[in-house]
């Protein structure tokens, strides 16, 4: 008798639907609360429920071995505890854009590249901000927003359908032009960047097509689209962080000295050191629930080449 084959988990299953109706069910609840207790909810409900049932929580632990194996199961899974905790947070801070930017307007804001920021705005030179899913990585935007600025971005869509329907509608809430990653949405930020605008692009995102270098000590393709849209408009590259504060609610925006124009593989292997830096200091901020690298799928190429 054939044995049946094991039926695998697809982007907009029921899986992705449970998820997405647990998420929006605890939304709609949690921003009727105040700030300080929404954000305790909805951190402790991805970290003990969301995550486990997506499997985010394995992913993250997963990711965590093959970066730093020598790290205890246990410890393992505390810090992908940490890490679920402060998604969680993160999802309601960004569902709520008024009190997000209110909260950004008096926030601390920091780094060597406020003030070439500044000077750009003031002579009509474009800039590319680059970041990681790291902190809150939408509260910088929304700290420059809250004082004037306009910034667009690229997104990466996410896996479960449902949940991007209004992932996406929430981004454009902050400030537009917001675009989908993607020929198009490419197109549509090199145009606003062109015209003397401002953007955000996430860099640390698997893809294969991307050249492989160094990530936290393993490989790890990466796309150069944020370096060579930054040589084609002149735009400044300027790394920045949202780094959320120990009261759990607060955050620091930092703003990192731009990237100097050059070859664009070294100015992407420029912006990964800076986000590893924040990641070394902070590792339970960094999502490590995001599929950066394939471990499974690379130790399976390693046993295969040692052979039997």
Request: hydrophobic share 45%.
């Amino acid at each position: 008798m054939a044995k049946k084959k094991k039926r695998k988990h697809m982007p907009g299953g029921w899986q992705d639907w449970i998820t997405d109706r647990i998420l929006r069910g605890a939304i709609w609840l949690a921003l009727r609360l105040p700030i300080r207790q929404r954000l305790w909810v909805m951190g402790r409900l991805v970290r003990h429920v969301v995550a486990p049932l997506a499997g985010y929580r394995q992913r993250a632990m997963d990711n965590l071995a093959h970066v730093w194996p020598d790290m205890d199961i246990a410890d393992q899974r505390r810090l992908a505890d940490r890490v679920a905790d402060n998604a969680g947070r993160t999802m309601i801070d960004n569902y709520d854009v008024p009190c997000l930017l209110h909260r950004m307007e008096t926030a601390c804001v920091s780094g060597e590249g406020l003030a070439h920021i500044e000077a750009a705005k003031a002579s009509g030179r474009p800039v590319l901000f680059v970041t990681g899913h790291f902190g809150n990585f939408e509260a910088p935007r929304a700290a420059l927003v809250s004082r004037g600025y306009r910034i667009g971005g690229l997104y990466r869509p996410m896996s479960n359908p449902f949940f991007n329907a209004h992932y996406a509608a929430n981004m454009h809430a902050l400030s537009d032009p917001v675009f989908e990653q993607g020929r198009r949405g490419t197109m549509g930020l090199i145009k606003h960047i062109r015209e003397g605008g401002m953007g955000v692009l996430l860099f640390d995102v698997y893809d294969s097509a991307g050249n492989t270098f160094d990530f936290m000590g393993q490989p790890a393709p990466t796309l150069t689209s944020a370096a060579d849209i930054a040589l084609k408009t002149g735009a400044l590259m300027v790394p920045f962080f949202g780094i959320r504060q120990p009261d759990g609610i607060s955050f620091e925006a930092v703003f990192e000295a731009p990237i100097d124009h050059g070859d664009p593989v070294d100015m992407m292997q420029a912006a990964t050191r800076r986000l590893e830096a924040r990641i070394r200091a902070h590792p339970e901020q960094w999502f490590w629930i995001h599929r950066r690298w394939k471990p499974k799928r690379q130790r399976k190429r390693a046993a295969a080449k040692m052979g039997p």
